[in-house]
């Protein structure tokens, strides 16, 4: 392997035409730019430089040498600009995975946070439910994914995890079927047609329906949550959304409830051990402080009584 320092003398050399001029430009003593080419020729097995008169030039070899060193040394160069780039957050790129209701809600608000914090910084969104995104993440498709999991699911030990909010679940019916007052039971609707997710979304539901002595009549099943809440308006069954997805789309026609002691936790996950790059940890931080001033928000409007009378606010 080449010395670098050996190439560098080399480049200067061929630049000025002299060994002192080359040490007066490199800030090293005449001896030491000697030393470099000696070495460099005895590495090479090539002679190098020629002297001509007081100064010297290079040979063939020596030419051909110094063409490819400049190639390396501006590779190596940009190579370091890049990351004291990335470093310094001038610049850099992160690939953040996403599901729905968080691409809504949440992204706009750390895409405004990034923008004035970190204007160097490009975030790259996909769209997917948590098990696409750990899935991006395993293939490094992406950098960060934005998750959802349940209290009684298990973590994944290869996965970093940065917990940022709960977001709460609400019983969502039409005029007609909403509770009166606080909901205590979900029991009340053991008789009630539901509409819900598809199979592997649903399972929140149907721990609490079993908790509260039923199991769920599921007649519909999507994963969209504008039509979740358009098939309750029109009187089809009830369902459970969570939080933020009543904020990110609110049907006129529906009446949310919350249900006490429910919800889901929201968290950013990343793939392999700490520290991350810093790129990375930029976004997983302002991440975080966006998920504090929306659970805030949303816990303002739980109190004044938003929540349950019309759309959750944040």
Do not use: K, N
């Amino acid at each position: 392997m080449l010395d670098v320092r050996r190439l560098e003398a080399l480049l200067a050399v061929a630049r000025t035409g002299s060994v002192s001029r080359a040490a007066e430009e490199l800030h090293y003593g005449q001896p030491t730019v000697s030393h470099h080419l000696r070495r460099l020729e005895a590495e090479t097995g090539a002679v190098l430089l020629q002297r001509v008169g007081r100064g010297v030039r290079l040979t063939a070899e020596g030419r051909r040498l110094a063409d490819r060193a400049e190639e390396l040394l501006g590779l190596l160069q940009r190579a370091e600009t890049e990351l004291a780039d990335a470093t310094t957050l001038r610049h850099g790129r992160v690939r953040l995975a996403a599901f729905p209701s968080a691409t809504a809600t949440l992204v706009p608000r750390l895409l405004a946070a990034l923008a004035d914090e970190a204007p160097g910084l490009v975030l790259e969104l996909t769209e997917a439910e948590p098990p696409e995104g750990i899935a991006m993440l395993r293939t490094g498709e992406a950098d960060l994914a934005l998750a959802f999991s349940y209290p009684d699911r298990e973590e994944d030990p290869q996965l970093t995890v940065t917990e940022l909010l709960d977001d709460p679940l609400f019983l969502v019916t039409d005029a007609a079927r909403a509770p009166e007052g606080a909901l205590r039971d979900l029991g009340a609707y053991a008789a009630a047609r539901w509409v819900t997710g598809c199979e592997r979304c649903r399972s929140e539901l149907l721990v609490l329906c079993e908790a509260a002595g039923f199991e769920p009549d599921v007649v519909f099943a999507t994963d969209d949550y504008v039509a979740v809440q358009a098939m309750v308006a029109a009187g089809l069954g009830v369902s459970l959304l969570p939080g933020l997805a009543l904020r990110a789309h609110r049907h006129p026609g529906v009446v949310v409830t919350p249900v006490p002691d429910a919800h889901r936790r929201i968290h950013v996950l990343g793939y392999g051990q700490p520290p991350l790059p810093p790129a990375v940890a930029r976004v997983v931080a302002v991440l975080a402080a966006v998920a504090r001033g929306s659970a805030r928000s949303a816990q303002s409007a739980s109190d004044a009584g938003e929540a349950t009378a019309g759309q959750p606010s944040g």
